[in-house]
């Protein structure tokens, strides 16, 4: 069974500073890895994946994430948060052959002006 | 490409009445749509898998009776929940996944705006 794990489930950063999101995954085989975004009443929207090609990986927003299997990790980082990256972000795995998404619980991203 | 809507986007029932939501992939067909639901300020939590001309499988704990599901068609799947309660009261999202697109051979699902069900 796979899982996700992501640390801190409220998040806030100044305008213009790092955003950092952390997510960790558990998994008996190679997964693949998403992050969505989500924003007050919206479903969600898919900010980018890894399915076993790049380990970085360059999403839309300016949002990329690198997967790094010693470290089981698949964080989200972007260089300059702005004020429209205020939303609920959520980090996914899924196994080839498994159509089921596991998501983690989310982390709520404040932008401070 | 790939978009799915639902309808409604927000209803109010009374307790005790049924209301129907449908989930629509409207540019591409969808053998599979996933049906989640999802608490104020909580992650989602799949519901069931709906199969395109095929009884849906439920998530363990997911009352099959209550939550009705229908896949009728390629683009269109409808989940229905019988005898609502007010903690019954969430936002439902569901999904569908594009088989036929090129190289999504990694599961990747496409959500809807969802539906916020309130039972009064």
């Known amino acids: 069974a796979q899982s996700v794990t992501q640390l801190g489930s409220h998040v806030s950063v100044s305008e213009g500073a790092l955003v950092l999101l952390r997510c960790n995954y558990s998994s008996s085989v190679p997964p693949y890895l998403f992050w969505y975004v989500q924003y007050p009443n919206q479903g969600l929207q898919l900010l980018l994946k890894?399915?076993?090609?790049?380990?970085l990986v360059k999403g839309i927003n300016g949002f990329e994430a690198e997967f790094k299997k010693s470290e089981t990790s698949f964080h989200l980082t972007k260089p300059s948060a702005h004020m429209s990256d205020a939303a609920e972000y959520f980090c996914a795995v899924s196994l080839f052959g498994n159509e089921k998404l596991t998501f983690g619980t989310g982390t709520r991203l404040t932008i401070i002006p | 490409g790939a978009v799915v809507s639902q309808h409604p986007s927000w209803v109010i029932c009374k307790s005790g009445t049924s209301v129907k939501i449908e989930c629509r992939s409207l540019?591409?067909?969808?053998?599979?749509m996933f049906w989640y639901r999802q608490f104020p300020k909580q992650s989602l939590m799949l519901m069931a898998t709906?199969?395109?001309?095929?009884?849906?499988?439920?998530e363990q704990g997911v009352e099959k009776d209550k939550f009705l599901i229908n896949h009728a068609s390629l683009t269109l799947s409808t989940l229905t929940v019988t005898s609502a309660h007010p903690e019954d009261s969430s936002f439902y999202i569901c999904?569908?996944?594009?088989?036929?697109?090129?190289?999504?051979?990694?599961?990747?699902?496409?959500f809807g705006p969802g539906t916020r069900l309130t039972v009064l």
């Open positions: 540019d591409f067909q969808a053998t599979t």
């Open positions: 709906s199969n395109e001309g095929s009884k849906a499988t439920y």
């Open positions: 999904s569908a996944r594009d088989r036929g697109r090129a190289g999504n051979s990694y599961n990747e699902q496409f």
């Open positions: 890894y399915t076993s090609a790049a380990t």
